[in-house]
């Protein structure tokens, strides 16, 4: 391996006192005795840096980073795929960028068109009905979708005894932070040998008392719910809904759907399905969309289209009201509109099947060397284990580092021992899968004391990261 | 993507004859028959779509006095660059601290960045917007303390009441609004002490507030609040000359990033900006970045305080945040960088004078056009007397302003009828301001 990660003794930006260069328009007047002296600041100790200091910093911080320019990053239930570049230069239009979101209509219908035309791609992605742009990341969405669930069980008054919010073992944490947070109680239901939901079960903890159930199809182990159908109609027996986390959307798009298979409710990650940028760790997006029956509670307002142009509407019955300050992240939803538009149904139908294809091909080249539990067919990740191997997921991980590549998401899902949750999406090449799976390989053959070396090549050795938890440093004053 | 000999291969090897078999655990009644959308096109058409699509737009012409929440600030080139750096925007969340030590130190300097900014004692790595970061406040002052009275201004406008409320659902806390002072616009603390009582969760403060007024008594609230949290939502610009959330006994300040080197962009991405006091740490929201050490004892950067996220702990974890808005922190942090102490400064005091002189353009033509006396910070309230007549002529001078109070918090219009915002930043020049004068004397 001959990747080195560049790596310099970068110091904080405070100790770079070079000197502030930047000038600012504007006078200053009288301002500083007009402000109430309560209220005057005597002291202020941002860092002083020239312009160019400030970008050298940061440029040599960046060589620090690893991103999906520089190779491949099938970090499970992420969908890290190519950040197209057409998609960056249409969200920079300054017409879009600095347009003020409290302009009057008339004079952003631009924006207003690109809204409304997402809405419907997504709409005929999901087969739902509805859709709100609003929601800022993909568990602002789930939060958001349940607290749908929420006002439409106390528009039916049932909401006293509508408690429960039922996911599988293998949600994501987002599923039950995001029940809790709106108040309901979460239950458990545990998979079965397939890796998928035990139907039996769920049976016995579907009453009176549910809500909903929130889940990911395909699940967070790579394995379509096959039984969704019977799933979904076990709770709509019960008066209960059915709540699709589109995490994994990149699996199917185009294949199949949330609505065909029963859901009620949706939230799309657009910076996974959609391939907007992540920006390490965000801004994401994550709209939602709904049945006809559910739409007056969206979240206001949706953009509709009528014969004089496009407007908002803010007129919806039961409406949960707002989620955040404005109409989304439009900056995001741009890019989305982007990709859709550019790839169109066929590339997005073929980008779909493609991400299916390495998963199984990752997925043949390591059987017999990792144990991969349940299921043989994946659709778009796969889990392994690294117990056969008699080697830790971490230290594999932390070897593959040392490639110039990046490890899968380890430890994760929960219900799998020494996890390695691959998701290898439709962005990368034969080759590079090829090597992907020689570095597993070889990685569960190293020797133990070998694999606890790794990684070398990156700007620090292992992070002590009981260290930082207890003897906590949150900001350079210590 | 790979190429056609490449998939036979691929499929060889799985053992399947047709791509299609990929998807033959999806049962058939469940296969979607068509995607109705368009074929795929070329990035050039595209561009041509976006391009014209973009010119549907109109705003341009116009002369910006559209504030109340989003601002239009210079954004230094240099930010822009920078937080285009591939290696920063292709990354993910740091979940493999060693190949990710630029961004987390990135993101640890903006923690302390904005902890020197805002005088608190701990910052986290960013929340979605400042909205939302007012209402995870709202959670975490219950959290801390279990009560559940929330006090808020009555100048809290209604969009982000409606957001709080939201992100109150599942909580048994009740809102209640306290007055401000209808002649100078401040916090009236006779109205609020009298509210303060055993059960008050969290008080919230704005400075400036929803009427645009910098508000000398939130210094006072301190003394008033009992055992309740005191939450602050400022404008970040302002905190150049105005003292800092910290120094008047503030427990949790949320700021709206957007000012800070990030564009308008219709409304989002925006930037949540929450600190703390530390004793509340483990009680907080969202990723925080800590400093440590490697194996070699080098200095190095991480997430921690991971337990009490929603990976770990599911439905006990203190928010269920997972993507934040750490590209956005990285944009503030380097457009504070790069303005420094004196550039923070010169912005604060150049808002307040032209604040100033827009209220001087008005008081020309009616000395009751601004119906508060306090000193104002970017968004200027206006009475106008002919409100019907005003967006016609806004209209005619190519004039983009007049938010109606009516709009922003409908119960204080009731008692500041016919009022609109027109809102400026170092950006607004005095033709800017003369036009203005112009456009609005025919309503006054």
Not at chain 1, 58 to 82: A, E, H, I, W
Not at chain 1, 264 to 288: R, W
Request: proline letters at 5%.
């Amino acid at each position: 391996m001959s990747y080195r990660q560049a790596s310099y003794d970068e110091p904080l930006i405070r100790d770079m006192e070079s000197g502030t260069t930047y000038e600012l328009p504007g006078e200053t007047g009288d301002a500083q005795s007009a402000i109430p002296e309560e209220l005057r600041r005597d002291e202020l100790r941002l860092p002083g840096v020239a312009e160019y200091d400030v970008v050298r910093h940061f440029t040599r911080l960046s060589q620090m980073n690893y991103g999906v320019d520089l190779g491949f990053y099938p970090l499970g239930s992420c969908t890290m795929k190519f950040n197209p570049k057409y998609a960056d230069a249409i969200s920079s239009f300054e017409s879009f960028r600095d347009s003020h979101p409290l302009s009057d209509q008339s004079l952003v219908q631009g924006n207003l068109r690109i809204m409304y035309e997402l809405q419907e791609y997504l709409r005929e992605i999901s087969d739902m009905d509805a859709v709100s742009l609003q929601p800022l990341a993909g568990a602002h969405g789930e939060f958001t979708g349940i607290l749908i669930v929420r006002k439409y069980f106390e528009k039916s008054g049932e909401l006293d005894r509508r408690t429960e919010i039922i996911v599988p073992d293998s949600a994501h944490g987002t599923n039950p932070a995001s029940a809790a947070m709106a108040g309901f109680d979460v239950r458990e239901v545990p998979s079965g040998d397939d890796g998928t939901v035990d139907v039996e079960a769920l049976r016995k903890l579907v009453t009176e008392k549910t809500a909903a159930f929130m889940i990911t199809n395909p699940n967070t182990l790579g394995i379509f719910e096959h039984n969704i159908g019977e799933i979904a109609s076990i709770f709509h027996e019960k008066g209960a809904l059915l709540y699709y986390d589109g995490a994994n959307f990149n699996a199917i798009l185009g294949h199949t759907s949330p609505g065909l298979m029963g859901f009620d409710i949706v939230h799309f990650n657009l910076h996974k399905t959609f391939a907007t940028p992540h920006g390490g760790g965000g801004p994401g997006s994550g709209p939602i969309a709904v049945k006809e029956r559910l739409k007056e509670f969206l979240p206001v307002p949706l953009v509709e289209k009528s014969s004089t142009g496009y407007a908002f509407n803010y007129d919806l019955k039961s409406s949960v009201g707002k989620v955040s300050s404005f109409y989304g992240a439009f900056g995001v939803l741009l890019r989305a509109w982007a990709y859709i538009t550019k790839n169109g149904s066929d590339g997005l139908m073929k980008n779909s099947l493609t991400a299916v294809l390495n998963t199984n091909y990752i997925r043949a080249r390591l059987s017999g060397h990792y144990s991969i539990p349940f299921k043989k067919e994946k659709m778009h990740e796969l889990v392994l284990s690294s117990s056969n191997t008699g080697r830790k997921a971490l230290d594999i991980a932390k070897y593959i580092l040392d490639s110039g590549m990046h490890p899968p998401t380890v430890y994760f899902p929960l219900i799998v021992r020494e996890s390695m949750m691959i998701e290898p999406t439709e962005t990368v090449s034969k080759h590079d899968l090829d090597t992907y799976c020689d570095l597993l390989i070889s990685g569960a053959r190293a020797g133990q004391p070998e694999l606890e070396k790794h990684p070398v090549s990156t700007p620090v050795s292992r992070i002590d990261e009981v260290r930082a938890a207890r003897d906590l440093k949150l900001n350079w004053r210590g | 993507m790979p190429s056609e000999s490449d998939v036979s291969e691929m499929l060889k090897e799985i053992g399947l004859d047709t791509v299609d078999s990929l998807y033959s655990g999806i049962p058939g009644k469940l296969r979607k028959q068509q995607l109705d959308l368009d074929h795929h096109i070329s990035e050039y058409e595209l561009i041509k779509r976006a391009e014209s699509i973009a010119g549907e737009n109109r705003w341009n012409n116009y002369i910006n006095f559209l504030g109340c929440g989003s601002y239009d600030r210079i954004v230094p080139a240099s930010v822009d660059h920078i937080i285009s750096r591939s290696e920063f925007i292709t990354s993910y969340t740091p979940y493999q601290p060693e190949v990710s030590q630029g961004m987390l130190q990135s993101l640890f300097e903006y923690q302390s960045t904005i902890c020197d900014l805002t005088e608190m004692d701990v910052t986290n790595s960013s929340m979605y917007d400042g909205v939302t970061g007012i209402a995870e406040a709202v959670r975490m002052a219950h959290r801390v303390n279990g009560k559940s009275k929330v006090l808020v201004p009555e100048t809290l406008y209604d969009s982000r009441l409606a957001v709080i409320e939201s992100y109150m659902e599942g909580l048994p806390s009740k809102i209640e609004k306290y007055r401000i002072n209808r002649e100078t616009g401040y916090i009236d603390l006779e109205d609020l002490a009298s509210r303060v009582d055993n059960n008050t969760s969290c008080i919230l403060v704005e400075n400036p507030n929803g009427m645009g007024v910098l508000d000398p008594n939130v210094t006072k609230v301190q003394e008033i609040k009992k055992g309740a949290l005191m939450i602050s939502f400022t404008d970040p610009i302002s905190l150049g000359a105005v003292k800092p959330p910290g120094s008047y006994g503030v427990d949790i300040s949320i700021m709206e990033g957007q000012s800070l080197g990030i564009h308008q962009n219709f409304g989002g991405p925006f930037l949540g900006i929450m600190s703390f006091r530390k004793e509340y740490v483990r009680k907080s929201p969202g990723r925080i970045i800590g400093q440590t050490q490697d194996h070699n004892g080098k200095r190095a950067f991480v997430m921690t305080l991971q337990t009490r996220e929603q990976h770990i702990r599911r439905e006990k974890a203190t928010s269920n945040i997972c993507s934040n808005q750490a590209l956005m922190a990285l944009a503030s942090l380097s457009y504070l960088s790069i303005i420094g102490s004196g550039g923070l400064r010169k912005l604060a005091l150049v808002t307040i004078n032209n604040s100033i002189k827009l209220k001087k353009a008005l008081s020309a033509v009616s000395t009751k056009a601004v119906p508060v006396s306090g000193t104002l910070f970017s968004d200027v309230p206006v009475h106008v007397r002919k409100p019907n007549d005003l967006a016609d002529s806004l209209r005619k001078n190519m004039i983009q302003g007049g938010v109606p109070l009516s709009l922003l918090s409908r119960e204080l219009s009731g008692e500041f009828p016919d009022t609109f915002f027109f809102s400026v930043t170092e950006k607004t020049g005095q033709s800017d301001i003369d036009k203005f004068a112009k456009a609005i004397e025919v309503v006054l």
